[in-house]
């Protein structure tokens, strides 16, 4: 059968090697491209005609076939141009650009009757009708959800070999090339087959985590949750950032067991039984075998709208976050991010996505296009320590990180976020527990703020939901918190709020050490902790300075200052904690000397100046303002 390629260079070279192992089911009969191929790419395959019209070339060769292995934003276009010059179609993964061209491509496919079958070369691996067919038959009992997983490293070149590499859009038009839609699509599309969610209709909503550890504008580093309607979970994460390579694999978490496919070697493993191997066919020879005989398309166009269906939501998503560059290594030919081959082993096995495992550099507090903040969600922490999501490291925009974490001298100081040393009579504080009479004790008393979800996200912030609880116990609060960057003239500020909703039913009573009896240990609100052995400390507010003035004042504001860094916090509500000679360490104080008792709602805010340098007091009412304004 006569066939013609359009694009013989990057992926069309690997085409051109299929079209000679496929001498006995086809003939080249011509190429298109926007230069003729060097004659050597073409050796075995005869002499092709040559043109850079594909439809004018489908029509002079008689061609049955269009293989087009061309750029993300081709794909429509010139689909539509080899049906209507009557070819059928092999477009290469993913289907196209944008879900409107997804429909566009279907529609013309159906109007010419000519087959259009994408290139997810999984799709014809024999290993996925054996995966459907162990899960029908009970095999790991109900399934659960879907963890896709993949690591490969990539060098610098990768992301320079074209013009849309790394982009999202060229000149206005869509390019969508990220790691989930491009290098890792075949494992997304192979999670949708496994989970029978294949169709248009089949995905319900997409939750996104885009980043980018190398300097392009697309994603190389991702973790996405696909709901699917009336099916399982899907949670995919890959990156092109690993110092090497891992075979992708998709794994079925079923209530007694695991299904493990590793779709590039077409190998499936339950549990620990023996590997069992499947065979593939290749889709141009399930094309060809389709024209000249009706056998059935492996994968039809329509069997990718699902897939388009989450590319969509990729495509319309928020640009990809950049990852600090303290988090990585450049000293090779590529971008290493240290320790997320790890990470995205642990988002397949725990579907869950890369800042709902704790990575701090997922979910990034951004000014401009530098990373101020990082935000980890789950602490791998003992007890002991009060586990609770906390900011760290934030940094002032020239690059100084003004946040510390399990200092030595008190392990339990999480950089800057919520604690309190007593709620109801649990310890969300983290250390011993000041008990009246007898002093700091260690009580099995310990809660935990357990991030639930982010209502909202986008580069300068986000809106979070908590609940506060002590393992085992029914939750005491539900807290509904939210951080925002903003620039200032001078610096950024940081816009913390967070709200406590009792869910006890009755009263609920804040306590401090202060309160039980220790003077002046009222600590417990929000608090920072700032980096120890800072020198040049002082510590002041308009109208006081030093640590034994302002601490327990009720001054509006509250400068923290070294020789490289400010800190300026201001609030409305609460005494101001404050350590310098101990630590250094600001905080506000709900209950300074006496217990707080709250029935429905406690809410407070507080926005902090992050600077570079020392600022002078008489500069500092201006930048609170517009913090604050």
């Not at 013989?8 to 085409?15: E, L, P, Q, S, V």
């Not at 550890?213 to 699917?228: L, W």
């Not at 296009?369 to 020239?398: F, I, K, M, Q």
Request: proline residues 7%; negative net charge.
């Amino acid at each position: 059968m006569r066939v013609v390629l359009a694009g013989t260079r990057g992926f069309g070279a690997h085409y051109l090697e299929r079209l000679r192992r496929l001498r006995d089911v086809v003939e080249l009969a011509g190429v298109c491209d926007t230069a003729p191929p060097e004659p050597a790419a073409l050796d075995g395959l005869g002499e092709p005609e040559f043109s850079p019209d594909l439809p004018e070339l489908v029509k002079r060769t008689g061609a049955r076939i269009a293989i087009l292995a061309t750029p993300i934003p081709t794909h429509a276009e010139l689909t539509l141009a080899a049906l209507a010059a009557g070819a059928h179609v092999l477009v290469e993964k993913p289907t196209a650009a944008t879900l409107a061209d997804f429909e566009r491509m279907e529609r013309a496919a159906a109007e010419a009757g000519l087959a259009c079958q994408v290139g997810f070369q999984s799709l014809g691996s024999a290993a996925i009708p054996a995966v459907r067919e162990m899960i029908a038959s009970g095999v790991v009992g109900r399934v659960t959800g879907i963890g896709v997983g993949g690591s490969w490293p990539r060098p610098a070149s990768y992301f320079t070999r074209s013009p849309w590499a790394g982009r999202r859009r060229l000149d206005g038009v869509d390019v969508v090339d990220g790691a989930l839609t491009n290098p890792f699509a075949h494992a997304l599309a192979t999670a949708l087959a496994v989970a029978g969610a294949e169709e248009r209709g089949a995905v319900e909503a997409v939750e996104t985590e885009l980043f980018h550890a190398n300097a392009i504008e697309s994603d190389d580093t991702s973790s996405i949750r696909v709901r699917t309607a009336g099916g399982p979970p899907i949670v995919a994460a890959v990156t092109l950032c690993a110092a090497e390579r891992d075979e992708p694999y998709v794994v079925v978490h079923g209530e007694r067991g695991r299904i493990r496919l590793t779709y590039t070697l077409d190998e499936v493993q339950v549990d620990d039984e023996p590997v069992r191997r499947f065979g593939r066919t290749d889709l141009l020879r399930n094309l060809v075998a389709h024209v000249a005989s009706g056998e059935p398309l492996l994968v039809p166009i329509a069997r990718t709208g699902a897939f388009m269906e989450v590319m969509e939501a990729i495509r319309v998503a928020p640009d990809p976050l950049p990852i600090a560059a303290d988090h990585l290594d450049r000293s090779g030919d590529g971008v290493v991010l240290p320790g997320v081959a790890d990470l995205v082993d642990a988002s397949a096995d725990r579907l869950a996505l890369f800042s709902e495992l704790g990575a701090s550099w997922a979910t990034p507090l951004l000014v401009g296009d530098r990373v101020v903040a990082e935000y980890v969600t789950r602490p791998d922490l003992p007890l002991t320590e009060s586990p609770r999501p906390y900011l760290h490291p934030v940094r002032t925009l020239g690059g100084t990180v003004v946040t510390e974490v399990r200092p030595p001298d008190h392990p339990h100081h999480l950089g800057a976020g919520v604690a309190v040393t007593d709620v109801g009579g649990r310890n969300f504080w983290g250390g011993r527990t000041y008990v009246r009479d007898q002093g700091p004790t260690w009580l099995d008393d310990h809660g935990v703020q357990r991030h639930v979800a982010f209502e909202e996200r986008d580069a300068a912030g986000f809106a979070e939901t908590l609940l506060w609880e002590r393992p085992g116990e029914e939750p005491v609060v539900r807290e509904e918190r939210t951080a925002r960057a903003v620039p200032l003239s001078r610096g950024w500020a940081l816009r913390f709020s967070f709200t406590l909703r009792n869910l006890t039913g009755s009263p609920l009573t804040v306590r401090s050490s202060a309160t039980k009896g220790r003077a002046g240990a009222g600590y417990g609100g929000f608090f920072w902790r700032a980096p120890a052995g800072t020198p040049g400390l002082r510590v002041f507010t308009g109208a006081a300075e030093g640590e034994r003035a302002v601490h327990g004042s009720r001054a509006p504001w509250l400068a923290l200052s070294a020789e490289d860094w400010t800190l300026v916090f201001a609030q409305d509500d609460d005494p101001w904690f404050v350590r310098v000679a101990e630590y250094p360490g600001v905080g506000t104080a709900l209950a300074w000397d006496t217990p707080l008792v709250f029935d429905d709602v406690l809410a407070r805010r507080v926005t902090v100046v992050v600077a570079d340098g020392r600022v002078a007091p008489a500069d500092v009412p201006a930048l609170v303002a517009e913090a604050t304004g």
